[in-house]
């Protein structure tokens, strides 16, 4: 799988979000609504980036992006302020592992690189099964046991994209200015 060059888009990123839900209207004004899909492909992400950078980073983006084109393949990319890494308290009975951290900013459903700093709880990559509210989440570990401690926990922000459309302008001399979309897809 490749990764998007270490090139930084300007400043001015625009995200767009989009839930995948089916809404049903009843009768009676009411509407029922339901996330389709699977849950880590309900709310695919879509990024406008600009690049302002010399001819020679454009190249290699360009270059990057008809490669992609060509295999018909996505890449990795993590896109800018995405992702973070956080510090709290865990405290874990039998599988449940209830995980304080004041404004954690997760949802149900991401999956977060765990770091057990004191405890003996065993670190490693788990989804996020419910979250009570904007301060306590919980994860399923992979076997019981009763354990509590300091905890780090780690959200990517990586994940996989296509490039739809790009244009390329070069406004003088050595610079130009890449304009792109990336549109997040979900594969093995």
Not at 102 to 129: E, K, P, W
Request: glycine share 8%; net charge negative; aromatic share 10%.
């Amino acid at each position: 799988m490749a990764t998007f060059p270490s090139i930084t888009p300007t400043y001015g990123m625009r995200k767009n979000s989009k839930p995948k839900v089916r809404v049903s209207s009843l009768g009676d004004g009411y509407e029922f609504r339901a996330l389709y899909g699977l849950p880590l492909s309900q709310d695919p992400k879509v990024y406008d980036l600009t690049f302002n950078v010399s001819e020679t980073e454009s190249d290699v983006i360009e270059g990057f992006l008809r490669s992609r084109v060509n295999e018909q393949a996505s890449f990795t990319f993590t896109p800018p302020a995405e992702g973070f890494t956080k510090t709290g308290t865990y405290s874990q009975s039998a599988t449940t592992v209830t995980i304080s951290i004041t404004s954690h900013g997760v949802a149900i459903g991401d999956v977060l690189t765990i770091d057990y700093t004191s405890g003996s709880a065993t670190d490693g990559t788990f989804a996020v099964v419910s979250s009570a509210d904007a301060n306590t989440f919980t994860v399923t570990a992979a076997s019981g046991a009763t354990n509590s401690g300091n905890v780090s926990i780690t959200l990517s922000g990586a994940g996989q994209y296509v490039c739809d459309t790009w244009t390329k302008t070069v406004p003088y001399n050595e610079r130009a200015i890449i304009s792109t979309t990336f549109r997040e897809v979900f594969e093995p």
